[in-house]
């Protein structure tokens, strides 16, 4: 699988937008973008995933570059819960990526200040 | 949907026991779970690929006689880590696949083993 880039950390206040980087300029064409987040002691949860257009759903919006060789996870309005480490991560479709595993980087560490 | 369970939370044992550890796919079939070990303040590292009816597939440097993995159904996998040591001692998380097109994994909630 391709290579991600992210910041180690961000910080963001309680309440404002955050907009979190990925590198991929290795990226694909069959590539499908990922996001996690893990929280402290816990699994990582599943936030969003995009192919080539802009994607929303009830966590997070994911925008992509034209050239999709970077991703921006945005987060809306951070709360507290949303601390946590933010992976992104490159899949194949699963037609060509049958049974493989996420290959995760060390993320980025996002801490939210009340 | 597609929740992933894991048991126990956590566990603590003494050196040179075995322990079991459950994943199961509450509300799909999963043809492919895997197991990912994480120690403090790193990130996921895979140990191993396990299909349904078959042999896991274990990464380098992982040994399969210490940690034991079964699929016997599309809804449970176990990791037993035999003989357990201290250096065992680390978060263990599976994932399931749902086998959609992209690709989605699906995780548990991990469970953090303490050999003392």
């Known amino acids: 699988d391709a290579k991600t880039t992210q910041p180690n950390s961000m910080e963001s206040n309680e309440e404002e937008p955050v907009h979190l980087p990925c590198n991929h300029s290795?990226?694909?064409?069959?590539?499908?973008i990922h996001w996690y987040r893990q929280l402290p002691s816990q699994g990582p949860e599943y936030v969003i995933h995009?192919?080539?257009s802009n994607v929303n759903n009830r966590m997070a919006s994911l925008a992509i570059a034209e050239d999709r060789k970077s991703s921006t996870l945005i987060l809306h309005r951070a709360t507290l819960r949303d601390a946590a480490v933010y992976y992104c991560?490159?899949?194949?479709?699963?037609?060509?990526?049958?049974?493989?595993?996420?290959?995760f980087g060390p993320g980025t560490r996002l801490s939210v200040l009340p | 949907g597609a929740v992933v369970s894991q048991h126990p939370s956590w566990v603590i044992c003494k050196s040179g026991t075995s322990v079991k550890i459950e994943c199961r796919s509450l509300?799909?079939?999963?043809?492919?779970m895997f197991w990912y070990r994480q120690f403090p303040k790193q990130s996921l590292m895979l140990m191993a690929t396990?299909?349904?009816?078959?042999?896991?597939?274990?990464e380098q440097g992982v040994e399969k006689d210490k940690f034991l993995i079964n699929h016997a159904s599309l809804t449970l996998s176990t990791l037993t880590v035999t003989s357990a040591h201290p250096e065992d001692s680390s978060f263990y998380i599976c994932?399931?696949?749902?086998?959609?097109?992209?690709?989605?994994?699906?995780f548990g909630p991990g469970t953090r083993l303490t050999v003392l």
């Open positions: 991560i490159l899949r194949k479709a699963r037609r060509d990526n049958y049974g493989q595993n996420f290959v």
């Open positions: 290795t990226i694909s064409g069959t590539d499908y």
């Open positions: 396990s299909n349904e009816g078959s042999k896991a597939t274990y």
């Open positions: 994932s399931a696949s749902t086998g959609e097109l992209y690709n989605e994994q699906f």
């Open positions: 995009g192919l080539t």
């Open positions: 509300d799909f079939q999963a043809t492919t």
